[in-house]
Each structure stands twice: as C-alpha cells, then as structure tokens.
C-alpha cells in the first residue's frame, strides 16, 4: 500500500509541467482552448445534423406500408 502511495505522489508531481506555464505566458494556451473548442462544437452539430436525419428518415420509413 505505501508504495501504491508514493507512486501516486509521484505521478502527481508529474501533472505540474513547466510547458503549460511557458505556453500560458506567451498566449499559445489561449490558442488550443479556442482549437479544442471549435472542435467540440463542430462535432456537436455534426451530430445533432445526423440526429435530424435519422428522424426524418424513421419517421419517413413508419408512413410507408
């Protein structure tokens, strides 16, 4: 169990790397949020687009005999 712990500390410790700091101060972190963000969303409206469509398709297949 006490090495399970000090495993977790030291993965821990990891976690804080001085990279995002560097991207933070010159602006780059605002850069990939903006990224990320445009993909979330661009994923989002392709599904909801999708959900649309399957609609009408099972709505369209439910009025045929």
Do not use: W
């Amino acid at each position: 169990m006490l090495i399970i712990l000090c495993m977790m500390h030291s993965f821990a410790n990891a976690q804080t790397a001085p990279s995002a700091d560097v991207m933070r101060s010159n602006g780059k972190i605002y850069v990939v949020i903006a990224v990320v963000v445009v993909i979330v969303l661009g994923i989002f409206i392709y599904l909801f687009n999708l959900d649309k469509k399957i609609s009408r398709l099972e709505k369209d297949n439910k009025t045929k005999p």
